[in-house]
């Protein structure tokens, strides 16, 4: 992947006070990218994505950091593409929450927003990367 300026990491302990500083680094980069249209889904999704790898850890008694990537897929700038990645073992996987259920519904949001999207894994019990791609939205 190749770098762009406006491309930003972010590595922080896996706990839920950073799933707010992970949506604001994302926000700030669209606000300087010329693509603001992106800005409420990518949002969304990046504190869907990071939200499951910070649950992921603290099930799996897991410290090592979450790792954000925020940055632009092509030369051209038009698709971003968020990776989130982990260490704890075990992969996301779809669930089927009830109405009454406060969560489950994380990789279900990524799936039907993301104009792309996948998991990544490092190795068995060496974590994984969930990333999802957008492109630019169609003007109506």
């Known amino acids: ?11 922080f302990p896996p706990h839920p006070a950073w799933v707010r500083t992970a ?29 499951n790898a910070v649950n992921a850890c603290a099930a799996k008694d897991c410290a090592a950091p979450v790792t954000l990537f925020a940055g632009w897929a092509d030369p051209a700038g038009t698709c971003l593409r968020i990776l989130v990645q982990d260490q704890a073992p075990g992969l996301p996987a779809r669930q089927s929450p009830s109405d009454e259920d406060e969560t489950g519904r994380g990789i ?25 791609e957008l492109g630019p939205m169609e003007e109506a």
């Not at 926000?27 to 969304?44: F, M, Q």
């Open 1 to 11: 992947m190749e770098d762009h300026p406006h491309d930003v990491y972010l590595v």
């Open 23 to 51: 949506r604001e680094t994302v926000r700030t980069l669209l606000a300087t990218s010329g693509h603001p249209e992106l800005t409420d889904t990518a949002v969304l999704l990046t504190s869907e994505a990071v939200t």
């Open 108 to 132: 279900q949001l990524i799936s039907y927003g993301a104009d792309a999207w996948g998991v990544c894994t490092h190795g068995p019990g060496r974590g994984k990367a969930t990333w999802f």
